[in-house]
């Protein structure tokens, strides 16, 4: 058996320039979008609430005047999602921060096209930069999120794992992509679908206090348009799943974990630098297969 040392995956602090500005513009825009969404459906149910109320001050309905207020914040959010378009910003930025990063990952340990063995000291590096370059160029105009100040591109840390043996690649491998992927998949995958259970039982509870209180105006038991109130709010929660798409996250999620689980059992079998960087090369495929999937449906 081969003696060699088991090295700790590398840091995401020490992968190129341009995944960390992306990733950082990335989670930016999602708090963003999900910011101004949230606002903007608030506002609405607020509206809703307020019209159901009559509120009077002297000549002034401040009912009318608090729903009309909603609905002024409700629309200065609608101008600004479709203005600033942060979900535009969210999808181009994270497809660019998982495509750098799975070159990355293909650069570090010897995956297709860097095979370790028959280039000669830059043509990796050159390669390399080449890809970053055209990933740059496919989402310009979309993606404004410069490399940090003194970023690098190619880090000393991802030169190191590269320099090391077939074996110690495969454990840096294993431990820092393909077990890391596949526990957040699995993970991310039991927390959509909690959650998207928990919004199906508050939506169908809202529905049915609707349909109470809509009786109960029918009987004239109560003046109040509670049914309207119930209505908005059950099509705001709807509109928060349509935006965060529980259902479909879980169902890719638990998918790609399967996925994974199969790769991560395969890991060992590549002998030969050549077999390894196939190996390497089919792993990032199915890794990047739920991002491209994801980037599809959302742009």
């Not at 700790?8 to 969404?37: C, K, M, N």
């Not at 000549?59 to 979900?87: K, M, N, Q, S």
């Not at 535009?88 to 930025?93: G, K, L, N, T, V």
């Not at 996925?259 to 030969?272: F, K, Y």
């Amino acid at each position: 058996m081969a003696s060699y040392r088991y090295v700790d995956p590398i840091s995401e602090t020490e992968f190129p320039a341009s995944f960390l500005a992306a990733d950082r513009h990335a989670q930016v825009g999602q708090q963003r979008l999900l910011t101004a969404t949230g606002v903007r459906l608030v506002a609405l149910v607020s509206a809703a609430v307020f019209g159901a109320l009559s509120l009077k001050s002297g000549h002034v309905d401040l009912a009318a005047f608090g729903a009309a207020t909603a609905l002024i914040v409700a629309l200065v959010t609608e101008v600004y999602l479709l203005t600033v378009r942060p979900d535009r910003h969210w999808y181009a930025a994270r497809a660019m921060a998982e495509s750098v990063k799975s070159l990355a990952w293909r650069y570090l340990v010897g995956g297709r096209p860097f095979t370790r063995g028959s280039e000669d000291g830059h043509h990796a590096d050159e390669l390399l930069l080449r890809r970053f370059g055209s990933i740059t160029d496919a989402l310009r105009g979309v993606v404004v999120a410069p490399p940090p100040e003194g970023g690098l591109q190619i880090t000393g840390a991802m030169r190191q794992v590269r320099a090391m043996s077939l074996d110690e690649r495969r454990h840096a491998y294993t431990m820092g992509r393909i077990n890391d992927q596949r526990s957040w998949y699995a993970s991310r995958a039991l927390l959509n679908e909690r959650r998207a259970a928990r919004w199906s039982v508050v939506l169908a509870v809202v529905e049915a206090i609707g349909l109470v209180c809509a009786v109960l105006k029918a009987a004239q038991v109560i003046n109040i348009d509670l049914a309207g109130v119930a209505g908005g709010l059950a099509a705001a929660g709807v509109a928060w799943l349509q935006t965060r798409q529980h259902h479909q996250l879980a169902s890719a999620y638990a998918v790609a974990a399967q996925e994974l689980a199969d790769i991560a059992s395969r890991v060992d079998w590549p002998e030969t630098e050549a077999e390894w960087a196939h190996f390497v090369d089919e792993a990032e495929e199915a890794i990047s297969r739920e991002h491209t999937l994801w980037w599809a449906s959302h742009s």
